[in-house]
């Protein structure tokens, strides 16, 4: 797990500094994590369109902010963009960084995610799909369009077919978790996986392409629709008072599904 020292100057003048200790220990080693964590059953991307249309309980799309907006001119080297259809669950994650952040700062903590990953530890980029913060703001995260199948780098052997959503904070026992926060993943949540018309209350079936994941390479893991990230991977992330909201976070994304 790497650590990185933030300081973040406030529009007043005060500084916050502290510790990110950074929830995706989720990909292995430096080299590349999409070579390391192979899809066993690729899908291609050109159904996507399809399934949006075809979805029974389609979501409307939460406001995203684009990448451009935190990225600011800051680029470590990318490998192609790559796809899996369908998108049939979502893994939550805390970024386990400090949670004393004035929203109007975020670009520049998402910037510090980035430069941890794609430069520390030579990822191909970030690895979250979305980024929240504690005002709600959903950030897109990993290239490749916000509304497609992107194969992120975020939950080790479960990259493809999920969307990784990266709560802004450190979210451990006790530790509130802001209700607008999970009012916003439950938007994300909703949105990508009405594409495919999944309950984000169901259990789903997941092949693990990885062994260093909870369940070895080629293992059929039944998992929740939404899960943590701990659910995949041995991992303290998401944090156990945001790993607590998850059961609420599915049951909004249903209704605004229209279950």
Request: aromatic fraction near 6%; charge should be positive; hydrophobic fraction near 40%.
């Amino acid at each position: 797990m790497r650590v990185l020292r933030v300081a973040l100057s406030r529009g007043s003048g005060a500084t916050v500094v502290g510790l990110m200790l950074l929830c995706a220990a989720a990909v292995g080693p430096a080299a590349s994590p999409l070579r390391a964590d192979r899809d066993p059953n690729r899908a291609g991307d050109a159904t996507t369109r399809a399934q949006r249309a075809g979805s029974a309980h389609p979501a409307p799309q939460p406001a995203v902010v684009p990448r451009e907006k935190w990225l600011k001119g800051a680029k470590h080297r990318r490998a192609p963009v790559r796809y899996a259809d369908p998108v049939e669950a979502a893994f939550i994650h805390h970024t386990n960084s400090p949670n004393g952040y004035d929203c109007a700062d975020v670009p520049g903590i998402i910037r510090e995610v980035y430069a941890a990953q794609a430069g520390g530890r030579h990822w191909d980029d970030i690895g979250y799909n979305f980024l929240v913060d504690r005002c709600g703001t959903v950030y897109e995260g990993r290239a490749g369009g916000t509304g497609r199948a992107v194969v992120g780098a975020h939950a080790q052997g479960f990259n493809h077919h999920t969307v990784g959503i990266a709560a802004i904070g450190v979210f451990t026992a006790g530790v509130p978790v802001p209700k607008p926060m999970t009012d916003a993943i439950a938007a994300v949540v909703a949105w990508k996986l009405g594409m495919s018309d999944v309950d984000p209350r169901s259990m789903v079936r997941l092949v693990s392409s990885n062994s260093l994941s909870r369940f070895p390479k080629g293992t059929s893991a039944r998992l929740h629709a939404v899960s943590g990230h701990s659910d995949g991977y041995s991992t303290q992330c998401p944090g156990a008072a945001l790993a607590a909201e998850l059961p609420a976070i599915r049951k909004a994304a249903a209704r605004l599904q229209g279950r």
